[in-house]
């Protein structure tokens, strides 16, 4: 085993190395399910935010700063919490904090009394993801290494989108019985259980790291290594502003679903299910970007690019039918972004620097993607047609940057 690893193997109390009880796919399956209880808790808030805040005296500016704030510190955050992954090793309590800060949030939504109370919970609900993320992605890809780390990922993604998909239609239903306290006190009992199973795996799987053996390619960590001071390849930063590119033109689902309500394309009921058929489409998508990243590797996602060039030609009219059709592949884009793309980063990291790698990526990935968003939200407003030409530029842009990652990793240069 290498020595990064045996420094950080939990023991019991005879001293002696706590082995884990689950192999890597059970451990993969049973985070899935840790993540889909969590996705009902969090994701079904999030359907029903926007008009929540509304409620307690909130303008739409001030929707969209909340709104907007919380992924901030969700995404920027991971910048210092992934390194504080690495520095710690403590990957179990930074992920079993991020979960309790999330579950415990949202449900005392039910409880706000006012602006202030409600918008400080949302965005501590944002900041429990930045907690654990980057942590649960270092464990995840441990176990990747041996079973695929495309196939990890997509399974991962896939039972977290299912969660995405239920989680709005019980809150939808809970607000149609009751009203907003209601939607939201109910996911005390999806948090309550997925908190119970994160605990239950870190006990079936105390040191995931033992799942992972190092390629002969990549040398065995040093103490200095482990301390954080490896450098990330140029290959990982060329990738990353890749991603960047692409994300750059992906609208959000909050962009789509505001044209959905102010053209009046479809009953304001209906608009959660098409955004519940999109968490389906975006888990179904996990499963088979997974599968073909495992097979031919980083080429397996230039699939995202037409599919989110697509996005405007469809979400953006006033065809139901297209709309429906939108949504679908707007999720499978989604779908492959947040599960793939993930997958990819741990090839292209060292070992010894996962944590900080997953928090630089999905720091730079969400900028890009908040950033884009914005643009596209006020081209909608200016021109729909120059949303459609933004969005098709930047995909063209992105598969270009793609090209240098085609080369072998030995020619992309060296690490900085």
């Known amino acids: 085993m290498p020595e990064m690893n045996q420094k950080h193997v939990r023991t019991d109390r005879t001293g002696k190395a706590r082995p884990n009880k689950l192999g890597p796919m059970g451990f993969v399956l049973t985070f899935g399910v840790v993540s889909m209880l969590a996705d009902v808790v969090y994701e079904g808030a999030r359907s029903i935010t926007g008009p929540y805040l509304a409620t307690l005296g ?16 969700a995404l920027v955050m991971r910048l210092g919490t992934g ?46 993801k930045a907690v654990r993320t980057p942590a649960r992605d270092t464990m995840l890809s441990h176990a990747g290494a041996n ?93 990353s502003a890749f991603t960047a590119v692409s994300m750059f033109g992906f609208s959000t689902f909050g962009v789509i679903s505001y044209h959905l309500e102010v053209q009046k394309v479809m009953p304001s009921g209906l608009i959660p299910v098409t955004y519940a058929a ?16 495992d097979r031919i590797g980083l080429r397996g996602l230039l699939i995202a690019l037409p599919l989110t060039a697509a996005v405007p ?53 969400g900028l890009a993607w908040l950033g884009g968003s914005a643009i596209i939200g006020a081209l909608y407003s200016a021109s729909l047609s120059g949303l459609v030409t933004f969005t098709v530029v930047t995909q063209v842009a992105a598969l270009i940057a793609f090209i240098p990652l085609l080369k072998p990793a030995s020619a992309q240069g060296r690490a900085v």
Do not use: C, N
């Open 58 to 73: 909130a303008s739409a500016v001030v929707v969209g700063f909340v709104t907007g704030f919380g992924e901030a510190v």
């Open 83 to 128: 390194p504080l992954a690495d520095r710690t090793r403590k990957y179990w309590p930074l992920t079993i904090a991020g979960y309790a800060l999330t579950v415990t949030a949202v449900p005392l939504l039910a409880l706000a009394s006012s602006l202030l109370q409600a918008s400080a919970l949302v965005i501590m609900e944002r900041f429990g």
């Open 147 to 239: 079973v695929g780390r495309g196939k990890a990922f997509a399974i991962h993604e896939a039972l977290d989108q299912s969660g995405a998909l239920l989680g709005p239609l019980l809150v939808g239903l809970m607000i149609a019985v009751s009203g907003y306290q209601l939607g939201f006190g109910v996911l005390a009992i999806p948090g309550a259980l997925a908190l119970i199973a994160v605990l239950l795996l870190r006990r079936a799987a105390p040191d995931p790291a033992r799942y992972d053996t190092q390629p002969v390619s990549e040398p065995v960590a040093t103490p200095g290594q482990i301390s954080g001071r490896v450098p990330l390849p140029a290959r990982f930063w060329w990738y």
């Open 313 to 365: 030609f469809l979400s953006f009219t006033t065809s139901p039918g297209l709309v429906w059709a939108g949504a679908v592949v707007w999720g499978a884009a989604l779908g492959i972004h947040e599960s793939t793309l993930r997958a990819a980063v741990a090839d292209l990291v060292p070992a010894a620097r996962r944590g900080t790698g997953y928090g630089i990526f999905t720091a730079i990935y």
């Open 278 to 293: 999109s968490m389906g489409a975006a888990a179904l998508a996990a499963l088979a970007s997974g599968a073909l990243y």
